[in-house]
């Protein structure tokens, strides 16, 4: 099992940054590639981005390339979500996720492990 918890969520302006952090523990969730979803109010969840076991490749979701940065501290068992120049369409519920292993994918149903997301608000 793999626990997941988010934290860094808030209110923003326009143009203005946030750092999303999850932090995982359980059986070698170190060793396991992480991703970031976001879902907003009556759409489906997203792919934003998502990172390898050792960091050693990055991947996102085309509306942020750019702009968000995925990075992850396997001393600390944490993957943070770097978030700049963010949009009001950016505003979503982030959830961290992981598919308990080496592969990792931009679809939500290969992920096994989800935490319960934390709310970013960016205002106009």
């Known amino acids: 099992q793999v626990q997941l918890v988010e934290s860094g969520g808030g209110t923003v302006q326009t143009g203005e940054s946030l750092r999303l952090s999850c932090a995982a523990s359980g059986r070698t969730s170190s060793s396991y590639a992480m991703a970031w979803f976001r879902q907003a109010p009556g759409k489906e969840r997203d792919f934003v981005a998502r990172v390898t076991w050792n960091g050693g490749r990055t991947y996102y979701g085309d509306s942020v390339k750019g702009r968000f940065t995925i990075s992850r501290e396997n001393a600390k068992n944490t993957v943070y979500l770097q978030m700049n120049s963010l949009k009001p369409e950016d505003t979503a519920v982030y959830y961290c996720?992981?598919?308990?292993?080496?592969?990792?994918?931009?679809?939500?149903?290969?992920?096994?492990?989800w935490g319960q997301g934390t709310q970013v608000t960016v205002s106009s």
């Open positions: 996720a992981s598919t308990g292993g080496f592969y990792s994918s931009g679809y939500s149903g290969d992920y096994s492990y």
